[in-house]
């Protein structure tokens, strides 16, 4: 019977000696990295910390006089840049499968998690200003809340 040494020559590895890994580099960063892919994937156990309005919530914005909306969708804000009244209510309509935040840069407002497909609203800060803002689910999502 002839053996293979196709097999052995491949992976270079002795019966008597234990096996060792080839990069141990490599495993550090599988496990640096998974974690981290697997919880920007998903939902958060609970809101962030500074909420300023909760989820579902549509009749706040009915009682006001005048009201301007920020739409997710596709991963995306829009309209941005969005021109509002100092304290002026603006919702937000998450029209996206997965949960997301409109939180200020500076934290001068922060809706909390949104759920996918519902709204929530909030008060845009009194003073004059331009605001940066994005989720802090998804950091690629930019927007600009102008208040003047």
Not at 5 to 14: G, H, S, V, Y
Not at 87 to 112: I, P, R, S
Not at 126 to 147: N, P, Q, R, W
Request: glycine share 4%.
């Amino acid at each position: 019977m002839k053996k293979c040494t196709k097999f052995r020559l491949f992976f270079k590895f002795n019966k008597n000696q234990p096996r060792k890994t080839q990069n141990p580099f490599a495993v550090w960063v599988f496990l640096a990295i998974v974690p981290f892919s697997l919880v920007s994937c998903s939902s958060p156990a609970a809101p962030p910390s500074q909420p300023t309005t909760s989820g579902h919530n549509t009749n706040q914005a009915s009682n006001q006089t005048s009201s301007s909306t920020i739409t997710i969708q596709n991963y995306a804000f829009s309209p941005s840049p969005l021109t509002v009244s100092p304290g002026e209510t603006v919702n937000v309509q998450n029209h996206d499968q997965m949960a997301h935040t409109v939180t200020a840069k500076d934290q001068t407002f922060d809706t909390g998690a949104i759920p996918a497909g519902s709204s929530t609203s909030f008060k845009a800060p009194s003073k004059a200003g331009t605001y940066a803002y994005s989720c802090t689910f998804h950091t690629f999502m930019h927007g600009v809340l102008i208040v003047k």
